[in-house]
DNA sequence: GTGAAAGCGCTAACAG
DNA sequence: CTGTTAGCGCTTTCAC
């Protein structure tokens, strides 16, 4: 029977600044003890109809949300997972998110998401911050943390699932691909249909130079010349793609094949080659990556490397259960492969 | 001094299943009291050079991250802002979120990213399960709730921002655009460049729906015949852009130019105009929405709708401190405009 | 079927 | 400059 404390601040409020009900304020409007609206929650059958009601009922009068706050503090369980990603941009990771939240979702989990950035500094700090939320888990996408990131991951307890990527070391558990593998695969696959003198565009970001450098070595392994490289800033864009055959061309006009690094940075390439007059594939194959939604209706349509992002989540999201629910984890290690989606354009 | 306590459950983990280090044990490893501990974090300039030193080592040693679940019920801050976007595909809101992202980072707030998808019934569980974790702010972004979710969100006390769009009745604050000027200036663009036969494709969702509404009307207005519509699942794509100039031509082969809902949909009308010989912009003029990067460097360049979502994003997070803070709002619904950009499809 | 007590980890307020 | 006390809102344990 507290008198409501002198409304401060801001006069524009539309709301009464009447800070949200509490768990007793739901119990002293239904007469209960407040232990029984939370049962009202995680066990409403075990109370009776006529109290269950009367408390729904104080519920729905007072638009009472419980804290999660005070659930996590007291549970150790924040209900929740965090998924740090480079970039929103581009439909990179929206297949892993989905397949992240689906899986949790069935399990009573939500989902955070986090920007990291490609640039890298400030991950320790975003870190930090989402490790003092206390996640039941934590995905990371492609980053390659720092020692001390590493460290305050292991000393933090959480479940880690690294994805997007193989690292040699991983924290925790892994979903990834080989950037090495398709690097080789991509330069395999050219050189089969007989393309001989090859470039490489890509971001400048490390999973793309790693996958340029294993491109390379699989040209010097069929004896072609070293591939033409060409580096932009990631993430890689259509304008990328158009300037990128243009430094290309200039320094060998004469290449018959381009390995792009993304699908933006392979139309943005066959935007110019059509402009220049140069057919695809015919004078010129192209290869994307991503296999975005467009690769398959644009025309000519785009050859591209397929990960499965919706896989890789939910995998990485079984992978977090499991640890949770204490079930030994088989394969801490996933290598999700990849797949050359072969169309027109190469 | 208490022994470590038998490890259970998982024998694969690889990591102490140890929980996370508390204050009271880098209190105790310091030798100072837990409230030391804490104002080494909040007031570092406060504790003495040697304590300070004494109670970093510490921290260090045990990678103790503060538990934020414990400040924010202590505090009743969270210090973190949700916002609810439809979906994360295509780069429809990665401005928006950048704008949030960057300036709440700049007052120590960060983002809680929620997707909601186009479809709806989940909307108010998500939005039960988002105040639950008590955010310092709630972003919307273009999502039609229900009476029960407006509800909650006014019983919340928590500020409110709509986005993306321009509602009659806001919860609290907008920032947005008229989705009915954007269809009815797309349509004048259209007839004042001459073209007489028009078509509009959009997505399914309400926002859509408004825009082609106002896109009919305009014609009305200007003498014109009604435009052909059609209408796609939403978030619309390069495939349904496609299908589309298939459906609108055997309806009406001689429409002179197509406002589409999305920037997919136009390069997707654009790649079938190419297919059928159909020159754009003289024979077809085509218009897109969202402005994406590859609208510049298309061939043809693609004129396209624009909302700038990074100011949104950045007003939105304004107005979300300000009420933080207290400072009176003075205007709670922004009305940030639009611009076409005109280039070469139309 | 219902309730009282205790405590999760932290910080504001008030000593000293 | 440092420490003690109290309590944020919730749920587990143990009683009735």
């Given at each position: 029977m507290s008198a409501l404390p002198p409304s401060p601040a801001d006069p524009t409020a539309p709301k009464p600044a009447r800070p949200a009900a509490t768990i007793h304020e739901v119990a002293r409007l239904a007469g209960v003890a407040i232990i029984t609206v939370s049962r009202s929650f995680t066990q409403p059958g075990k109370l009776?109809?006529?109290t269950l009601s009367k408390v729904r009922e104080a519920v729905a009068r007072t638009g009472y949300v419980p804290n999660r706050a005070a659930g996590t503090l007291r549970?150790?369980?924040?209900?929740?997972?965090?998924?740090?990603?480079?970039?929103l941009k581009g439909q990179n990771?929206?297949?892993?998110?989905?397949?992240?939240?689906?899986?949790?979702a069935e399990h009573g989990h939500q989902v955070l998401i986090g920007e990291v950035g490609y640039s890298g500094p400030r991950e320790d700090d975003l870190l930090r911050s989402v490790i003092g939320r206390r996640p039941d888990g934590i995905v990371i996408t492609g980053v390659m943390h720092s020692a001390e990131g590493r460290a305050l991951?292991?000393?933090?307890?959480?479940?880690?699932?690294?994805?997007?990527?193989?690292?040699?070391t991983p924290v925790?558990?892994?979903?990834?691909?080989?950037?090495?593998?398709?690097g080789y695969a991509a330069c395999t696959y050219l050189a089969r249909r007989g393309r001989r003198r090859l470039a490489h565009v890509g971001g400048d970001d490390e999973r793309a130079a790693r996958r340029a450098r294993s491109f390379v070595q699989a040209a010097s392994h069929f004896g072609l010349e070293a591939p033409v490289l060409h580096t932009v800033r990631s993430p890689s864009t259509h304008a990328d793609g158009r300037l990128a055959l243009g430094e290309l061309l200039a320094?060998?006009?004469?290449?018959?094949?381009?390995?792009?690094?993304?699908?933006?940075?392979?139309?943005?390439?066959?935007?110019e080659a059509r402009?220049?007059?140069?057919?695809?594939?015919?004078?010129?194959?192209?290869?994307g990556s991503g296999d975005s939604e467009y690769a398959a209706t644009h025309v000519p349509s785009l050859t591209s490397i397929r990960i499965d992002g919706l896989q890789a989540g939910r995998i990485a999201a079984?992978?977090?259960?499991?640890?949770?629910?204490?079930?030994?984890?088989?394969?801490k290690v996933v290598d999700l492969g990849f797949e050359i989606v072969e169309r027109e354009s190469a």
């Open positions: 009776s109809p006529g549970l150790a369980r924040s209900g929740f997972v965090a998924v740090l990603v480079p970039t990771f929206s297949g892993l998110i989905e397949g992240l939240t689906t899986t949790l991951l292991a000393q933090s307890g959480i479940p880690v699932v690294e994805t997007w990527d193989v690292t040699p925790d558990m892994l979903v990834g691909a080989s950037h090495e593998a398709i320094r060998r006009p004469d290449i018959d094949a381009i390995c792009c690094g993304s699908d933006p940075l392979a139309m943005g390439v066959m935007t402009v220049r007059g140069l057919a695809v594939p015919d004078r010129l194959a192209v290869m079984r992978l977090v259960l499991d640890r949770l629910q204490g079930v030994p984890i088989e394969h």
